[in-house]
């Protein structure tokens, strides 16, 4: 990773120190296109880490024995070099329930990876089916994979076994998320310019498709509640979704170029959203505002010229469990951690061609995809103020609208209200 410029501003910012990195073999041939690492994920329950190799390749390793090879190894790792061999696939729950590493060739170039695991309870929306191929219980973990020709495969992680083929989009799956409720509803975001929903433990039949984008869909994201669902995607797109009436809540404006990336604070009082233009938008989603503007570009391109600094377009943004740090990556070579509520970033880290960013479960580490390698960071490490406690604590048990409401004194409504 080569060094990068710094503005005046960041001169002073802590780097973030590296963890680990997972470096993809390399040969002549695989310098190509389609070595891309478009995508990255970590498993709900933090026990798998998964990335785009490139070239078809989807590599699944545990995530603790990943930690185990960094602090023992320092930080370089080479991804084959956690070949654990794997078992041959059986129904035993005591090998089901032993992390084991596995190389997916998923036929296809890879674009979106995401992580589902089941809640028996939640039951599939599809009342009238009876019967069922797949029978998910309470240990389930599936991944699901978004390939160039517009497929969806469904892996089960601890077996490697391939257990659906979801066919119906006609381009790019540009991006997928499952809902976090356990009920495996899966989303998908494609350039055939609509989202698709569908119901895993209704055998993957899909139940809706959400039309309302003009353009390529970029990516989408789920409200920690399930209830809200973010679309982003080109021609400065970002729409809210209705995931009980499958309607559309409002647009959000403001952006001046593609948007490429969204999700939700923990706590879903919050969203960030990514574009082309230069910026991450931190949002009130409830209201429509732009409560935080994080600038990639300084001075900030004027709307425009907001496509023509394509030597700072934000690929990717992604928000830590803790609620109160933002990181993001853009074309600049650059890696940056903002807090909600601070001005410019508070740590920063070189990375080349980057290309996807997510925190890790626990939110202690960052994993950004680059040509085939993934690399780890620490995240900041900082004490959240009462204030902010106190916001998450109570948009954990109540929405933003009914918070505003509370017959309570309006100095402490305030108190607890993200504001510009």
């Not at 729950?93 to 596995?102: A, D, F, L, T």
């Not at 659906?164 to 998908?188: C, K, Q, W, Y």
Request: charged share 20%.
């Amino acid at each position: 990773m080569a060094s990068f410029p710094l503005t005046v501003n960041e001169k002073l910012i802590a780097r973030s120190r590296t963890v680990g990195e997972l470096l993809a073999p390399t040969s002549p041939f695989d310098k190509k296109c389609g070595r891309e690492n478009w995508t990255v994920a970590f498993a709900p329950d933090g026990s798998y880490f998964a990335w785009s190799q490139g070239h078809r390749i989807v590599k699944l390793v545990p995530w603790s024995q990943c930690l185990s090879n960094f602090l023992l190894h320092g930080t370089k790792n080479v991804a084959n070099s956690l070949n654990t061999r794997l078992p041959r696939q059986n129904s035993d729950s005591s090998q089901k329930n032993k992390p084991c590493e596995h190389i997916i060739d998923c036929g296809d170039i890879v674009w979106s990876l995401a992580f589902g695991s089941s809640v028996p309870e939640k039951q599939s929306r599809c009342v009238n089916i009876e019967w069922h191929r797949f029978k998910f219980g309470q240990d389930q973990l599936l991944l699901a994979t978004g390939l160039n020709n517009g497929r969806i495969k469904i892996w089960d992680v601890y077996t490697g076994k391939l257990l659906l083929n979801l066919m119906d989009h006609t381009e790019v799956v540009r991006d997928l998320t499952f809902a976090p409720d356990g009920s495996l509803i899966l989303v998908s975001a494609s350039r055939d310019k609509t989202l698709r929903v569908w119901d895993l433990k209704d055998d993957g039949n899909m139940m809706k498709v959400l039309r309302g984008h003009q353009n390529w869909v970029y990516g989408c994201a789920f409200s920690p509640d399930s209830s809200i669902l973010c679309s982003v995607g080109a021609s400065k797109a970002v729409f809210l979704w209705d995931m009980d009436k499958y309607s559309m809540i409002r647009k959000l404006e403001g952006h001046h170029n593609d948007v490429v990336a969204c999700e939700f604070s923990p706590d879903g009082a919050l969203l960030a959203t990514a574009s082309y233009d230069t910026r991450v938008y931190v949002w009130d989603p409830h209201i429509g505002v732009i409560l935080m503007e994080f600038g990639h570009l300084f001075p900030p391109p004027t709307p425009i010229f907001a496509g023509g600094a394509n030597d700072r377009w934000v690929r990717s943004v992604s928000f830590s469990h803790d609620g109160l740090h933002i990181a993001s990556l853009a074309d600049d070579k650059m890696v940056r951690f903002w807090r909600i509520d601070e001005e410019y970033p508070v740590q920063v880290a070189p990375l080349n061609n980057g290309l996807c960013c997510t925190f890790s479960t626990d939110g202690s580490v960052l994993a950004a995809g680059q040509d085939g390698s993934v690399y780890f960071w620490a995240t900041p490490r900082q004490v959240s103020s009462l204030q902010h406690l106190c916001r998450m604590a109570i948009r954990r048990v109540m929405p933003t609208n009914q918070v505003k409401n509370l017959p309570i004194p309006s100095k402490v409504v305030e108190f607890l209200c993200y504001q510009i």
